[in-house]
């Protein structure tokens, strides 16, 4: 009888102190948590090069925060990070210069970011010329 009483009360004082470890983590996360609204944030600034795992920081009144953020090693260098744009398909080849060009419009600015309304990009024209039909292998032998 002893050791079932010694077992319970055990079992008791265990779920008292993960319950207070819980509490704590709450209580952690609350404090994190700001009044203020106004939140200007800068860019996102990748920890080495020009692409990757960065951060970037935020003002409100009297306070700051860092957010960590990633900046993708494709992204458009002249447009930023934080503007996003839908791109139309690509127009002919031009022959007087030799590009193609399409154009962007803004469809998200991401943390209050100062994005063009429209873009413009351009690309080298291909030189290749792409066949349409493929030979078959293994057919035409004798």
Same mark, same amino acid.
């Given at each position: 009888?002893?050791?079932r009483?010694?077992?319970?009360?055990?079992?008791?004082m265990?779920?008292?102190?993960?319950?207070?470890?819980?509490?704590?983590?709450?209580?952690?996360?609350?404090?994190?948590?700001?009044?203020?609204?106004?939140w200007?944030?800068?860019?996102?600034?990748?920890?080495?090069?020009?692409c990757?795992?960065?951060?970037?920081?935020?003002?409100?009144?009297?306070?700051?925060?860092?957010?960590?953020?990633?900046?993708?090693?494709?992204?458009?260098?002249?447009?930023? *990070?934080? &503007?996003?744009?839908?791109?139309?398909?690509?127009?002919? /080849? %031009?022959?007087q210069?030799?590009? @193609? $060009?399409?154009?962007?419009?803004?469809?998200?600015?991401?943390?209050? *970011?100062? &994005?063009?309304?429209?873009?413009?990009?351009?690309?080298? /024209? %291909?030189?290749?010329?792409?066949? @349409? $039909?493929?030979?078959k292998?293994?057919?035409?032998?004798?």
């Amino acid at each position: 009888m002893q050791v079932r009483s010694l077992l319970l009360l055990l079992a008791l004082m265990l779920l008292a102190a993960t319950t207070e470890a819980g509490k704590n983590k709450k209580e952690k996360v609350k404090k994190d948590v700001s009044k203020c609204e106004d939140w200007h944030w800068g860019p996102c600034v990748p920890n080495s090069k020009d692409c990757g795992l960065g951060y970037r920081e935020g003002t409100c009144r009297d306070e700051s925060k860092k957010l960590k953020c990633k900046i993708p090693c494709n992204w458009k260098k002249k447009f930023g *990070a934080d &503007c996003k744009y839908k791109f139309e398909s690509w127009g002919g /080849c %031009s022959a007087q210069t030799g590009v @193609k $060009t399409r154009s962007g419009i803004l469809k998200k600015a991401l943390y209050n *970011a100062q &994005c063009e309304e429209i873009v413009y990009v351009t690309k080298p /024209c %291909s030189s290749k010329i792409k066949s @349409k $039909t493929k030979a078959k292998k293994g057919k035409g032998k004798d």
